[in-house]
């Protein structure tokens, strides 16, 4: 927003500067009505300084843009300017009040030291003027035109500096802007990361502890029914019994829920290993698993998205692909976890693929920062590849 708001005040400076000159060419061609030349004289004049006019308005004002671009079309501009300029002092030494607008203009719309020499060139108009005193003119001109060169320098460098410091501030903005990108990325995965953590150790707990002790009672209310002799208790007992098992099964679903089962005791590749061969050995479709790269632990959450994505692209294919061939590659790379699953299946077009289960897919990656890529077309078979972001490697 405050680089915008200074574009804006540049370009109404710009502006400003574009028709300063009409601010002195106006009065000047009203003081030289005053002269004592004929009606005819006037006219003729007012033309002349007209034509300056639109002569400025068009190359300048309209096109402002030509002024950095095009130089050429710059050096005909102030080279018209100059001779118009000097037939109208030469007609009334009333537009000798122009002649600063000229020292100003070298420097609007010459490039490098070109606008030096339009400023010596415009110094040699106060000659022209009629009546001048030669001698008196060229030791005024002595003093005034390095006076103006040094003033335009200095506007030059004053002019570089704010260029300088404006794109300084475009590059700490955009520094600053790509930092809050990146502090929001690490407050979602240390979130994240902290959220999983937390799953997995509740998950450890209530297998540990519930889940181990529903057990127990399962185990020891069984016994207690065998030896029981009377068949009231018996039928309190197994009524004990069942309760105990379907407490048993829920305590267990609410253990997958916070870390998939295949997870609890394995690590990821071997958890992906054991997906591909139970969907080979389930479907009869040969499946190749490979792993490239040194395994390393990764977070819980990454862990899981990876093993639901493999999970799910499986499935996809079993429904939908009639693949003959199915490759799983689980890569480990320097801060990363890649999953490609490929498949020589009937393929889809993947820009009108909306189902559920992609959806899901692209959110869960999207929130540990990670990426999906599908690559598909009818009867040409799919490639998934995801890539989760898991830090730096331990060495």
Known sequence: MEEQQYIQREQRWNKVWALAPYGLLGPAAAVSLFDASGWQHHLITLAIAAGLGVWHWWFVVAHPQWCERRTWLMA?????????????VGRSSAFQLFVPACYVLAFVTLPGWSAYIGVAATSGIWLMAPGTDV?????????????????????????????????????????????????????????????????????????????????????????AEELSPADPVRERLGKARQLARTSLVEVRRSIEALR????????????????????????????????????????????????????????????????????????????????????????????????????????????????VEIESAPGAGTALSIAIPVGEVAG
């Open 76 to 88: 005909l501009y102030f080279t018209g300017l100059l001779a118009t300029t000097v037939l109208l």
């Open 135 to 223: 001698p008196v003119t060229l030791g005024n001109l002595a003093t005034a035109t390095p006076l103006a060169a040094l003033i335009g320098w200095t506007i030059r460098v004053m002019e570089r500096e704010a260029i300088r410091r404006r794109e300084a501030n475009s590059r700490l903005v955009a520094m600053a802007a790509e930092n809050a990108r990146l502090h929001q990325v690490l407050v979602e995965r240390a979130k994240a990361a902290g959220t999983a953590e937390e799953r997995a150790r509740m998950a450890r707990e209530i297998h540990d502890t519930v889940a181990q002790g529903l057990t127990g009672i399962v185990t020891q209310l069984e016994a």
């Open 260 to 371: 998939p089962g295949p997870l609890e005791n394995a690590r990821l590749a071997e958890a992906v290993a054991h997906a591909a061969a139970s969907w080979r050995e389930q479907h009869g479709v040969p499946t190749e698993f490979t792993v490239t790269g040194t395994p390393h632990p990764a977070p819980a959450e990454a862990e899981v998205a990876v093993l639901r994505a493999a999970q799910e692209a499986l499935s996809n294919i079993s429904r939908h692909a009639r693949a003959g061939r199915v490759d799983v590659t689980l890569s480990y790379m320097d801060g990363l976890v890649v999953l490609d699953v490929r498949d020589d299946g009937a393929g889809f077009d993947v820009e009108a693929a909306s189902g559920f289960g992609l959806t899901a897919l692209r959110e869960r990656v999207g929130r540990l920062a990670g990426s």
